[in-house]
């Protein structure tokens, strides 16, 4: 399925059929080649053994597998951009995460990490990567999608986008009392549309 946003540009999830393109993205793309998206899909002890190459592995091994692990952005033919958005409970470091545990038992889709080529930063993507997670992720039968975004400029790992970015989509805050870290939730997935 595809999910267009505009003219220019193209959103459609990773399957075994696109993995040249991911690898495409990959190759273009070393800092995010280096984690490969794998830093919430591994334990945290098993990313620490793991070298680039394993991850980059292990990533295609679960596209080769069906697993949903997200979508790739396209000007063309090219892939310019990136979203991790999957079933919570596929990123086995989040579901043992204290700093981010559940908010509650919806079962929730999860974007982890969005990832622009530097020549299509600052032109909207990120916002229009998570209508596409939203599209995509509703497709599949999730109630529900949540993000963890960081301010900017935050020490922690930064790939998860802005609160801004995430209000600006339709995304509510959920965050318990008393968490640091933030939890923005998309729940009424009609509602996107209409703001978009």
Known sequence: ????????????????????????????????????????????????????EDRVAALEELVRAGTPVGI??????TPVGWCSVAPRESYA????SRVLPRVDDTPVWSVVCLFVDRHFRRQGLTGRLLKAAVDYARDQGAPAVEGYP???????????????TYRRAGFVDVTPAGQKRLVMRYTTLTEFHQRN
């Open 1 to 52: 399925m595809e999910y267009q946003a505009n003219s220019r540009l193209l959103f459609l999830p990773v399957t075994s059929e696109r993995l040249p393109d991911l690898e495409e993205f990959s190759n273009c793309h070393g800092k995010f080649r280096y984690c490969s998206c794998m830093r919430w899909r591994l334990t945290s002890s098993a990313f620490r053994r793991s070298t680039k």
């Open 150 to 164: 960081v301010v900017p400029d935050a020490p922690s790992y930064t790939y998860m986008g802005t609160p801004e």
């Open 93 to 96: 470091a989040l579901e043992r």
């Open 72 to 77: 790739l952005a396209y000007s063309g033919t």
